[in-house]
């Protein structure tokens, strides 16, 4: 507590305290300066910096923006990109036959057990189905579209873990566009990359689904979905089913989320309290349940 006292310089450095002599200091006793207002402090430093690197950071996208404009209207940037676009349709076409080819190879999905070979890898592959693939190949759109790929969900991206993303949406409106169909723009699509990845993960888990129901809210309750089907480990380069076995899955008795709990009896919907989301919560729960089977049915036919 109490003041500070003065802080003193060594001969000839400038003394400016920033605050006045204790009461009762005489004014010859002072140092020079002393009680003078401090000198004024330099801000702004930091946001000049900022904003010089922001003005070069714009002014360089903007002049690779405009380079690379500029070069899409060249001869030679034309024909890149057209050679860039015939690789992509290449890419979809040749996915499109391969899709056929292995789907009819699937068995049927009352079909035996079939044991995976030894060391076969079946940890971060992608995961595709017989409702994805029948939008692929019959080439579906408008409502029946949309309900198959929203059950289709339920199992390509039944859990992170199980990268089921590679069979996109964005491949199948490639092979709309391809057809003709206006599927909306390309600008965002990954088609050409999801496929590359399909092909370097070489295994592919295809589920194929015999009966789909996917849960269902309604208001405050919901009726439980389930799933009865084959799981098949595909060798996507060779096109031919390394193992399979039966796949069943179904969503939990009762849902816990947002502090509420929601229940489901024998399909039956019963009263709730609380929570929020409720149609994100059922979907995530069968997703969790479904890729809960997935693993167990692997371990079935996995040595």
């Known amino acids: 507590g109490g003041l500070r006292g003065p ?9 400016t305290p920033s605050y006045p002599p204790p009461p009762g200091t005489h004014p010859s006793h002072a140092p020079p300066g ?26 360089s996208c903007a002049s690779y923006c405009g380079y690379i404009v500029y070069k899409s209207e060249t001869p030679e940037g034309k024909r890149a990109a057209k050679e860039y676009e015939d690789q992509k349709k290449a890419a979809v076409a040749g996915f499109v036959e391969k899709a056929k080819r292995v789907h009819a ?22 995961v ?15 409502k029946a579209r949309a309900e198959k790929l929203s059950q289709s969900d339920l199992i390509r991206n039944a859990n992170s873990i199980l990268v089921g993303s590679s069979f996109s949406t964005g491949i199948l409106d490639a092979v709309l566009a391809r057809s003709g169909v206006d599927a909306g723009p390309d600008l965002f ?24 129901n996917a849960p ?40 816990s989320y947002g502090g ?15 929570g929020s989301d409720f149609d994100d919560a059922v ?21």
């Open 34 to 59: 002393w009680g003078a207002p401090p000198p004024p402090k330099k801000s702004g430093g930091v946001l000049r910096v900022v904003l010089i690197l922001g003005t070069l950071m714009f002014g």
């Open 128 to 142: 595709a189905d017989s409702l994805y693939f029948s939008v692929l190949l019959d080439g579906e759109t408008g």
């Open 260 to 274: 509420g709990v929601r229940m489901k009896v024998m399909g039956i919907p019963s009263p709730s309290v609380g």
């Open 189 to 212: 699509r990954t088609e050409a990359a999801d496929i590359e990845q399909i092909e370097e993960k070489r295994i592919v888990l295809y589920i194929d689904v015999g009966t789909l």
């Open 216 to 255: 269902d809210v309604q208001g405050s309750s919901f009726i439980g979905g389930d799933l009865d089907g084959a799981l098949n480990v595909l060798d996507w380069k060779t096109e031919k089913v390394l193992c399979r076995t039966r796949i069943t899955a179904a969503s939990s008795a009762q849902i």
């Open 7 to 15: 802080t003193w310089y060594g001969a000839g450095e400038p003394m």
């Open 105 to 126: 190879i699937i068995p049927p999905t009352d079909a035996p057990d079939i044991a995976c070979p030894a060391g076969t890898k079946t940890e971060y592959v992608p």
């Open 283 to 303: 979907r995530k729960d069968f997703k969790t349940n479904v890729a809960a089977a997935i693993k167990a049915s692997l371990k079935v036919i996995q040595h």
